[in-house]
């Protein structure tokens, strides 16, 4: 089975708490391996997915040098959930050319002047590039509709202008992959716990955190309706279990580079023209 059917999200996705410690790639859930330990299985998924970032490296090199398709790879998920840590793990020894990491934080003054849609477009990929959203324009299905600051006539509004926003993506030569980094409530727990006692991590630590806890049940809920609404081929969901941080970053580095070889990517063809030419 491809990485990509998966993990691809159901029609009527659950986000239950098993799933976000399932590991269903790897050392982990290869037969023959039950007799390696946590760290055993945790070094050779890091080994994977090393080995994965590199054949990725290979496909933006090609993406870029033909300057036609883009790249969208849309990060989403609670606090803690680990989108820093992907991108960090997926993209830091690739080269920055052709690459651009986007950090949606709360919307600005003039953000807010305009629709909620503007600040978003600004940053989609261009040709020849990949560009990874860490958070995006479903804070705007999300966070709004857990707060109440929408209702929820609102809302199924939104989720039509996100269906039209990623189809108009799609249909001008970007390739739209969406991943939910799903991790468990304890595991939040404990990674809070973790950002506290650590004097080096609390700088991490926000208090709005806490407070966003509170509503964990509304805001699983809000992400299933989300995913059930703008779910669609040309822009797929996937649900990507993420208690495990090497666990997460396998099957997201698996199914970009499974993504990005069905893209059917290669470099230009030679222009014989300059095969005469001498350097003096």
């Not at 391996?33 to 090609?62: G, P, S, V, Y």
């Not at 969406?178 to 006692?197: A, C, F, G, T």
């Not at 709005?208 to 669609?232: F, G, M, P």
């Amino acid at each position: 089975m491809k990485v990509c059917d998966q993990f691809r999200a159901l029609k009527k996705p659950k986000l239950d708490e098993a799933l976000a410690g399932a590991k269903l790639l790897g050392a982990a859930s290869k037969a023959g391996n039950d007799k390696l330990d946590k760290a055993q299985c945790k070094a050779l998924d890091r080994e994977e997915t090393l080995a994965l970032t590199a054949q990725i490296a290979e496909c933006q090199q090609m993406l870029y040098a033909q300057r036609q398709q883009k790249v969208l790879l849309v990060l989403q998920g609670m606090d803690t959930s680990g989108k820093d840590g992907t991108v960090q793990a997926m993209f830091s020894n690739i080269n920055p050319m052709g690459l651009r990491a986007v950090a949606f934080k709360g919307p600005t003054d003039v953000e807010l002047a305009h629709d909620y849609l503007w600040r978003v477009h600004q940053q989609v990929p261009v040709r020849g590039e990949i560009a990874i959203f860490n958070r995006s324009h479903y804070e705007d299905v999300l966070i709004t509709r857990v707060q109440k600051w929408i209702d929820d006539k609102e809302c199924q509004r939104r989720y039509g202008q996100i269906r039209d926003f990623e189809r108009m993506l799609a249909e001008t030569g970007t390739v739209v992959v969406k991943v939910l980094l799903h991790i468990s409530k304890d595991e939040q727990r404990e990674r809070l716990q973790q950002r506290l006692d650590d004097p080096d991590r609390q700088w991490k630590f926000d208090p709005n955190d806490l407070v966003q806890r509170k509503l964990w049940d509304d805001y699983q809920r809000a992400y299933e309706r989300a995913i059930e609404e703008t779910d669609a081929d040309h822009a797929p969901w996937y649900v990507v279990p993420a208690n495990s941080k090497t666990q997460r970053n396998l099957v997201v580095a698996s199914l970009l580079l499974e993504t990005l070889q069905g893209m059917k990517l290669s470099f230009p063809p030679p222009n014989p023209e300059l095969g005469a030419l001498k350097v003096v």
